[in-house]
C-alpha cells in the first residue's frame, strides 16, 4: 500500500481527477475474494460527482449504497491505523466484505495526531 501512496503523490494524480466533490482523499477496499486474509483491490480515490470522464490510467469505482459499521483512528500514525483495524477484525460485526473505505480529510497531517474514519460494510 505504501507504494501506492508514494506514486499518488509523485504523480500528483488527485489534480488529474475531474469531477471532485471535495479534498478528501479515500482507501478503498474491494473486489475481496473472501474475507480480509483473502486478495482484495486496494485503491486510492477522490470523491466525484460523476465518473463520465476518467482520466487515462485510472479507473472508476462506485461505492454502492450499503449499511457501514464506521471506526475511527486517531493519534500517532500509522500505529492508530492498525490498532483501528484491529478492532475492526475483533469487532462483533457481520461483514459484508463489498466496499471498505477510509476517509483521509484535507488537513491529514500523520505527524499531527490525524484522524482517519473507517467505513466497513456490514449485512
Known sequence: MPPLWEKFFQENIAEKITNRTNQNLLAVYTAYEGDYMKPFTYIIACEVSSLDVIPEGLIGKEIASSSY????????????????????????????????????????NPQASPEVKIYVSIQ
Open 69 to 108: 459499521a464506521v471506526f475511527t483512528a486517531k493519534g500517532l500514525f500509522p500505529q492508530s491505523m492498525m490498532q483501528a483495524w484491529q478492532k475492526v477484525w475483533n469487532a462483533n460485526i457481520t461483514r459484508a466484505y463489498r466496499t471498505d473505505f477510509e476517509v483521509y480529510s484535507p488537513d491529514f
